[in-house]
Each structure stands twice: as C-alpha cells, then as structure tokens.
C-alpha cells in the first residue's frame, strides 16, 4: 500500500477558501496512492479557537464538496483531516472525514478526547462518542484525532473493532514533539499495528506546530518521517506485516484487563 501523507501548513495570511484550493491540487498530485491523508483543522488551525464558530460548516459543506471531488479525481482513498463542524442542532464538533475513491463519504468521525482543559476545543466543542473504522483493500482504518492520541483505551477499542492501521490527523504543538514521536511509536507497538500520525506545518494562532508527521510499523520500527515545513511524506507498507507481527508475536492474545467487567 502506498500512503501519502500531505503537512499542510497554515498560514494565518492565506484564506480559508484558498487553503481548500492549495490542498486539493495536492491531493490531485497523489493520484499513485492507495491512501491521502491531511490533518486536523487545516482548514483554520487547530489552535485558532476564535475561528472555529465563524469558519464552522455543516458536514456536507464546502470543504466536503471540494475534498470529495479532489478523492474523485485522484482515485484515492482520503482521509481528508477534520474540520469544525456545525452540528444541524447547534453544537460544534471536530470532526473528520474519510472519503472512497469515487468521492463517496465512507465515514466521519467526532474526536472523543478535546484538547484544551477548561478552555479552547474542551470547553467550544462537544464530543463524539463513537469508535470508527473504515474497511479498505488489504486494510481497516482507525480513525482518531490528535490528543486522542494519549488515550490507549480508545486505540485498544480500534483494534477490538478490526483496526489494523491507526490513522490520527492531529495539530500538535512543536513543544511537545518528543510526545508526538512517542506516543506514535507506543500506540503502533502496543496495538501491533501501523500509525500513520499527519501533522500541520506553520504557526497557529501564535502556536508553532511540531509538524514531523511520521509513519511507524507495529514493531514500532519508525518507517518515514517529515520535517517541520509543509511536505509530502510518502511510504509504501505491506499490510500483512499486521496479521504476521500479531501472529509472530501474540501478545494481544494474553489481554486480561478490558476484555471483562472488574470484580468488586
């Protein structure tokens, strides 16, 4: 399989409008991979709290007419990041979107764990609730975003739900890099799965992003990694290499806790 993974970066000088543009002609140029990936809040910058309610869109929006024609054209599968989006009742969610490559919408998904404490995305969106994955050629996705990332539990769900590469979108801040490189590595380790972790380039709302999105094999063998400005990171991975690590290996096998109800 070849993944290509694209480190948007978000300049505050450049449109919401033209972002979109920039982007699909990117995807467009990823017409020989099997999957594109983008990464969280592109479309505004993960931490431009102050954008999310005025750029805020309906699921069917703009950035869903323009990413779906761009999977369409390219004939790839897209996860196309997430967005803000505007639940039809009111509520904000940040919410990603996988599309087939015909351009149909194969899945979204509402990140469960919210950064920000008492403040930002924790206090300005809701939460998703529901474990997401979408079945691919030769492959299942888990779909999670960003500071999901610190939350096993959650990719300890992907898996119990066929899970067998984990992709997470995220906006991570450039001064807790060590983490994102851990964690990437510790989730495809403990889950005997691939990661492909897609990070934003740039500076949001003061915010410089760590960028460096990086793809790791469920060795935790680092496979390709990018730098700090916006690139392409393209791998080609065999995803067998899943079902021969976890059967090499079955460490999955002897799970005790999570798989029963905690006596009392």
């Known amino acids: ?18 972002r979109r543009r920039r982007t699909a002609a990117l995807i467009r140029e990823q017409a020989g991979s099997d999957l594109v990936v983008l990464p969280e ?7 431009a709290y102050e954008e ?19 999977a369409g054209d390219a004939g790839v599968w897209l996860h196309a990041g997430s967005i803000p989006e505007r639940d039809p009742d009111g509520p904000l969610y940040n919410t990603s979107l996988v599309f087939s490559p015909s351009g149909e919408l194969a899945a979204a998904y509402r990140k469960i764990h919210r950064f920000g404490f008492d403040k930002g995305e924790a206090v300005l969106m809701s939460a998703g609730r529901d474990v997401v994955t979408v079945r691919l050629p030769g492959t299942t996705l888990g779909v ?15 898996v119990d739900a066929g899970a067998e590469t984990l992709v997470i979108p995220a906006g991570w801040p450039e001064r807790r890099r060590a983490h994102w490189t851990l964690l990437a590595q510790a989730r495809a380790v403990e889950n005997q799965a691939f ?39 393209t791998v080609e991975f065999d995803p067998g290499k899943v079902g021969a690590t976890r059967e090499q290996f079955p460490a999955l096998k002897d799970r005790v806790m999570g798989l029963e109800p905690p006596r009392h």
């Open 41 to 47: 809040l592109w479309t505004t910058g993960a931490f």
């Open 195 to 233: 990661v492909l972790a897609c990070g934003t380039a740039g500076t949001h709302a003061g915010v410089p992003q760590a960028g460096h999105s990086i793809v790791v094999d469920p060795w935790g063998e680092v496979l390709a990694e990018a730098g700090a400005g916006e690139e392409v990171l």
């Open 144 to 158: 999670a975003t960003c500071y999901d990332l610190r939350f096993p539990e959650l990719f300890r769900s992907l």
């Open 1 to 18: 399989m070849r993944a290509s993974l694209i480190q948007i970066a978000v300049d505050e000088g450049e449109s919401v409008a033209s």
């Open 52 to 70: 999310f309610g005025a750029e805020a869109e309906p699921l069917e929006g703009p950035t869903y007419e323009v990413m779906a024609k761009a």
